[in-house]
């Protein structure tokens, strides 16, 4: 496995993390953008079936468990750090049709044209976006499509958070700004993109979980409303994106 400096500082970092027995605190945050997960996986449940999928970077296998649950023909989830495939073979309780392997998302073992669908959740953005997108261009089937959950970078509060607390992520790290969601739309086509993470984010300590929550409920609700007019959209923390290749 061939490896930039960059990737090099991105498995250490993640094989330490993960090393650990606690969670990182800003996970107290993600319940903000619990819809985008309810949209992820009711993604992968209509596109899933009889398909070839790469879980990729897959981590701990969080989403392994459920995704499973909608017939795939084959899971297959990659990771750069040991210790994350580890974990995730362990958690994934030796699922026949599910392959777990040590490999470089921006440069993967994969043949041309392998997967139907390509699925993460905020790994894009540890990686060289242009790099990774063109290997999963590569890997994909004509036709196949990705999907994506990654943050943004645009909201001067986030932004502001996360210099203030360097060591919470990987020297690297770079949310997702227009120049990156324009290569998207110039590399892949049907993209859509969905916003995630204003008000929810902003008003978080007033609901203690979002699942069946009439406060966060509305509070989304809201979001996807101003999230129509432009400005709000560098207000998001995070975005969904799918897109297709030709």
């Known amino acids: 496995m061939i ?51 790469l879980d990729y970077g897959c981590g701990v296998g969080n989403s ?10 084959k ?14 073979k362990k958690n994934s309780k030796l699922n026949t049709n599910i392959e777990l392997l040590v490999d470089n ?8 044209n392998t997967f139907d669908l390509v699925y993460g959740t905020g790994i894009l953005h540890h990686l060289n976006i242009e790099i990774c997108l063109e290997e999963i261009q590569r890997i994909l089937k004509p ?9 943004l970078g645009t909201n001067p509060l986030i932004n502001l958070y996360r210099k203030l607390t360097p060591g919470s992520r990987s020297t690297d790290e770079h ?7 324009n290569f998207i739309k110039n590399r892949f086509h049907n993209v859509k993109i969905k916003y995630y993470g204003f ?3 902003v008003f978080f ?31 998001a923390w995070s975005i969904m994106i799918v897109a297709q290749k030709n």
């Open 64 to 73: 392994l468990e459920e995704v499973i649950k909608f017939y795939p023909k």
């Open 143 to 151: 036709g196949g499509r990705f999907l994506f959950i990654e943050p």
């Open 199 to 201: 008000l929810t984010l």
């Open 3 to 53: 490896l930039s400096e960059k990737n090099i500082r991105e498995k250490e970092f993640h094989n330490k993390l993960q090393s650990k027995t606690n969670g990182r605190f800003e996970n107290i945050f993600y319940k903000a953008i619990y819809n985008s997960n309810e949209d992820f996986f009711r993604f992968l449940k209509s596109n899933s079936k009889n398909s070839n999928i």
């Open 75 to 88: 899971i297959t989830g990659i990771d750069i750090s040991e210790v994350s495939i580890e974990k995730a």
């Open 105 to 112: 998302c921006e440069k993967t073992k994969f043949e041309d």
């Open 205 to 235: 300590p007033f609901y203690a979980s979002p699942k069946n929550s009439v406060i966060f409920n509305i509070l989304k609700n809201i979001d996807q409303f101003l999230f129509k007019i432009g400005v709000f959209k560098k207000l």
């Open 175 to 181: 949310p997702l700004i227009d120049h990156d969601i």
